[in-house]
């Protein structure tokens, strides 16, 4: 079993749908990260979190550390935001560099 | 604005060749990172270093060697390139600690024949 379990694995909407993509962790963590990878492009940090919520535009991310839960909402989706979003999370237990353990990615397609 | 480059979008070698990738990164990040994507499989971790000729094996570094010389530069070598080697590599770079964002650079994706 994955560390760190995301769903859907595939998700398709129609422009304007409120878009919800989870994620679950079985690990202490000091921190857990939302990711946005377009085709053929590189990665991009979208939210880093600790506790609470997040909102950056028309993107919301939650957690709640005691259910070990994540979730990223996109209000009023647009076809730009079709893309492959990655949940991560940072073990505490891990001594060194700050390794990511990453789910398996949820493919967000928005149509118009 | 941050920025980590890698030396190629795409590259194309031979089974068996010696292959080098490279990452840079200005940031002056002490943490920098290698992995490989692959459909299915998500993201893995093959070296990471934090410091200069600092390194440890990730979770996949079989085939794989490292090499750091300068902070801002992070190599990975595959000594004889095989067929299960060709993927998406991303190189990542953060600050040192477990409260920061790991900063992406473009990929390279790798096609050994």
């Known amino acids: 079993k994955n560390e760190v379990e995301q769903s859907p694995q595939n998700l398709t909407a129609q422009e304007g749908e409120f878009i919800t993509i989870n994620c679950s962790y079985s690990v202490g963590i000091s921190a857990l990260h939302w990711l946005q990878q377009h085709p053929g492009g590189g990665i991009v940090s979208l939210f880093m979190?600790?506790?609470g919520k997040k909102k950056h535009g028309r993107l919301i991310a939650t957690i709640n550390i005691q259910e070990k839960h994540s979730s990223l909402h996109i209000t009023a989706s647009h076809p730009r935001d079709s893309a492959v979003y990655i949940c991560?999370?940072?073990?505490?237990?891990?001594?060194?560099?700050?390794?990511?353990?990453f789910g398996q990615g949820t493919r967000l397609t928005i149509n118009p | 604005d941050v920025k980590v480059t890698q030396s190629s979008r795409y590259l194309v070698k031979r089974t068996g060749e010696k292959v080098f990738l490279e990452c840079v990164q200005d940031?002056?990040?002490?943490?920098m990172f290698w992995y490989r994507q692959d459909p299915g499989l998500g993201l893995r971790l093959i070296y990471f270093?934090?410091?200069?000729?600092?390194?440890e094996k990730g979770d996949i570094p079989e085939g794989y060697s490292v090499s750091r010389e300068k902070k801002e530069r992070f190599s990975l070598i595959l000594e004889s390139a095989s067929t299960n080697q060709t993927s998406m590599y991303l190189c990542?770079?953060?600050?040192?600690?477990?409260?920061?964002?790991?900063?992406f650079g473009p990929g390279t994706r790798l096609t050994v024949t």
């Open positions: 270093s934090y410091d200069v000729k600092m390194k």
């Open positions: 940031m002056d990040h002490e943490n």
């Open positions: 979190l600790s506790s």
């Open positions: 991560a999370v940072t073990p505490t237990l891990i001594q060194g560099a700050q390794k990511l353990v």
């Open positions: 990542a770079s953060s600050p040192i600690g477990y409260s920061y964002e790991q900063y």
